[in-house]
């Protein structure tokens, strides 16, 4: 694997930030990796003006992957309740997945949630119709909690839905 250089999204990284997450979740690019979402949602999965509001946030920030000037792979990493970190819209370009970039972005998720904001525990919301990418976080060291979370039929913004038994499950891992 060549070099990933990774830093703080900025500003001016929210164009092709953008076209990374969408590539991953939704459309038919996304089908060309294993992560998609396509069959449970259609529509965004973010929108500009969300990724602004991230990158504004002290308590939030978007870790993104580069290889040779070319953004490769992003997460969103946010301080919760005391001593709890919180990653979500790990995105890695569809063509690229398998390649061990996306446990290259969950491992620097983990570092920064502990240095940035002193999480001693990630927690995580996967769809529990995603059963390969639960297995994978499994492999990772996430356990599945037993709560729940409702999706947000009423935001739109994150997402159609294209099934009405749509929920997350709540996974978690403490760390060193």
């Not at 396509?38 to 993104?64: F, N, S, Y």
């Amino acid at each position: 694997m060549t070099d990933l250089d990774l830093r703080d999204a900025v500003a001016s990284d929210i164009p092709v930030l953008h076209r990374l997450i969408e590539s991953a979740y939704r459309g038919e690019t996304s089908r060309a990796g294993w992560t998609t979402e396509a069959d449970l949602l259609d529509g965004q999965r973010t929108d500009p003006e969300e990724l602004a509001d991230i990158l504004a946030d002290p308590d939030q920030a978007i870790l993104t992957g580069w290889r040779a000037g070319v953004l490769v792979a992003s997460v969103l990493i946010a301080r919760r309740e005391e001593g709890t970190g919180y990653f979500g819209m790990l995105s890695v370009e569809p063509t690229l997945q398998s390649s061990g970039l996306g446990r290259r972005m969950v491992s620097a998720a983990e570092t920064a949630l502990t240095t940035r904001f002193g999480a001693r525990r990630v927690r995580i919301q996967v769809f529990p119709q995603r059963g390969t990418l639960i297995a994978w976080y499994n492999r990772l060291g996430y356990s599945d909690t037993g709560q729940t979370v409702p999706f947000p039929y009423d935001q739109p913004r994150l997402g159609l839905p294209l099934r009405d038994d749509l929920y997350f499950i709540a996974m978690e891992k403490v760390l060193p």
